[in-house]
């Protein structure tokens, strides 16, 4: 066997090389983003799915049924280190793929009209005041018959 050569690498050549490398597969992943956003909701998930499982197998050094079996795993179950290659995947596929437009940081602010307001206040006081679970649904669908107008 031959013996490994030890390069010295300084702090600042570490970062800059993490840095280059970014770059790069940033620049390598536009085709990808390109084709990613002309794809349907169903198939841009699938895309997701794809990716963040490949991320697993590379980044823990396993098989694709493991890695399916981690990302299969809700978030509880699995190990912390599972649970942050799989979120370090999802944050991967955002940054070289899905590439999501900035935000501002404001948040969107909705208004509603009295008679929106009123009529919501109404529904929720249709229900008993410790049966919270009913009234968020109805809260919901009430929202959602708004957005449907």
Same mark, same amino acid.
């Given at each position: 066997?031959?013996?490994? +050569?030890l #390069?010295?690498?300084?702090?600042?050549?570490?970062?800059?090389?993490? /840095?280059?490398t970014?770059?790069?597969?940033?620049e390598?992943?536009?085709?990808?983003?390109?084709?990613?956003?002309?794809?349907?909701?169903? *198939?841009?998930?699938?895309?997701?799915?794809?990716?963040?499982?490949?991320?697993?197998?590379?980044?823990?050094d396993?098989?694709? +049924?493991?890695?399916? #079996?981690?990302?299969?795993? +809700?978030?509880?179950?699995?190990?912390?280190?599972?649970?942050?290659?799989?979120?370090? /995947? /999802?944050?991967?596929?955002?940054?070289?793929?899905?590439?999501?437009?900035? *935000?501002? /940081?404001?948040?969107?602010?909705?208004?509603?009209?009295?008679?929106?307001?009123?009529?919501?206040?109404?529904a929720?006081?249709?229900?008993?005041?410790?049966?919270?679970t009913?009234?968020?649904?109805?809260?919901?669908?009430?929202?959602?018959?708004?957005?449907?107008?």
């Amino acid at each position: 066997m031959t013996k490994a +050569t030890l #390069i010295n690498v300084t702090y600042s050549q570490f970062a800059e090389g993490v /840095g280059r490398t970014d770059r790069m597969t940033l620049e390598a992943s536009l085709a990808w983003h390109k084709a990613y956003v002309k794809l349907d909701k169903e *198939s841009q998930s699938a895309w997701r799915d794809d990716f963040v499982l490949n991320y697993v197998i590379g980044k823990l050094d396993t098989t694709m +049924t493991q890695a399916k #079996i981690i990302y299969d795993q +809700t978030r509880v179950e699995r190990t912390a280190d599972h649970e942050k290659a799989v979120n370090a /995947g /999802g944050a991967k596929f955002r940054h070289h793929i899905s590439r999501p437009e900035k *935000s501002d /940081g404001k948040k969107v602010q909705v208004k509603f009209t009295r008679e929106q307001t009123r009529a919501c206040d109404d529904a929720l006081a249709s229900f008993p005041a410790d049966d919270l679970t009913a009234q968020i649904r109805m809260l919901r669908a009430y929202l959602a018959s708004l957005e449907a107008k």
